[in-house]
């Protein structure tokens, strides 16, 4: 099966074709660092041999995080607690990125008032976030720079940056959360500065030899929202920046979505056709048939399984031992698997 075949991403080699998407777990606390939660949790699904591991949304700042109980990567205290995950995720085997955001107006902790590209609430509830200056926007730019130095210090195979789900980088990207009038707001070429410049800071630190992934929304489900046309525009316009893709949609407003199994695959390939860029496939994708698939049938290069990896650490092992696939076990639970 093609979702058991090594892939190369950028210079790292990955087992197989699973991935195991960024998930907050709030399970950290005020300061942001790791614990012996996070590690169980992240090192159980390299024992169950998934191919690549994504850390769930790190703070790049205190107040990027969504809540207070969210990882942080904003002081070099937190590299340690890391790279104890990254150590461990390793030792079985598996590579491990880690997903670096920052919230933008959906931050709802109270280290201080949460900030966004103009003062819209996310919905009714919300409180007013306040606009970012050019000032502040420089720094938060230089604050996902020195996030990317503190992962590469903490051992970690490749950087996710976030620019989906409604966060503060999706903000600046769609026009009904940007209402700026200067360089950073209006036409969709300057919508796409921020992140632009976020990139072009992180590839001046991140190693030549390690993947940049990309989260995207690729479509905001409102009319005068990002479309798919748009993001293929914006992907076009960036991708010398970024190593792959990682497909999703929606989380910018309150609004109902049509969910169903493989609901966002379809995204993933024409953004993989469009912009001739690799893609993470992701979305309620709950079974190694869905993901060979996709796979085989060139919609996505890897398959994110997200809650069925958190119901089953070892979901890899269990559908490779289902279909008696050559595979290797670890060797404390070959007696289990063979």
């Known amino acids: 099966m093609n979702t058991f075949k090594n892939y190369t991403l950028k210079n790292t080699n990955l087992k197989n074709r699973i991935v195991m998407p960024p ?19 992240y090192v159980s699904r390299a024992i169950g041999a998934v191919g690549l591991i994504i850390l769930e949304s790190t703070g790049v700042v205190e ?3 969504t809540t207070d109980n969210d990882l942080g990567i904003w002081d070099d205290t937190h590299i340690d607690g890391l790279k104890k995950i990254v150590n461990g995720v ?3 085997g598996s590579k491990i990125a880690i997903q670096l955001n920052h919230g933008g107006r959906k931050y709802t902790g109270t280290a201080s008032q949460a900030v966004a ?16 200056t050019r000032d ?9 720079k020195e996030a990317a130095k503190r992962a590469d210090k903490a051992g970690f195979d490749a950087i996710e940056i976030h620019g989906a789900h409604g966060y503060l980088i999706h903000q600046f990207l769609s026009p009904l959360s940007n209402l700026r009038k200067d360089e950073y707001g ?20 991140w190693p030549k030899e390690k993947a940049i992934l990309l989260r995207v929304s690729a479509y905001d489900y409102k009319e005068g929202g990002i479309t798919l046309n748009d993001m293929i525009e914006i992907i076009n316009e960036i991708k010398e920046y970024i190593d792959i893709v990682h497909v999703s949609t929606g989380g910018l407003i309150p609004v109902e979505i049509n969910v169903y199994p ?7 390939s024409i953004i993989k056709e469009k912009c001739n860029i690799p893609t993470i496939a992701v979305g309620l994708i709950t079974d190694i048939n869905m993901a060979e698939e996709i796979i085989s049938n060139g919609r996505a290069d890897l398959v994110a399984v997200g809650r069925e990896l958190l119901r089953n650490p070892y979901f890899v ?8 696939i050559d595979f290797d076990y670890p060797e404390q639970y070959k007696g289990a698997f063979k």
Do not use: W
């Open 23 to 41: 998930m907050c777990m709030y399970s950290s606390d005020e300061t942001g660092m790791a614990n012996d939660f996070h590690y169980t949790h």
């Open 90 to 92: 390793k030792k079985y």
């Open 317 to 324: 092992l269990n559908e490779a031992k289902s279909r008696n």
């Open 186 to 205: 209006g036409d969709i070429k300057n919508r796409i500065r921020f992140l632009k410049e976020i990139l072009e800071a992180v590839t001046e630190v």
């Open 136 to 144: 502040d926007i420089k720094e938060i730019v230089l604050n996902f």
């Open 63 to 65: 107040n990027g995080r």
């Open 262 to 268: 493989g609901y966002q695959v379809n995204y993933s």
């Open 117 to 132: 590209p103009s003062a819209v609430k996310f919905d009714e509830r919300s409180t007013l976030p306040k606009e970012l």
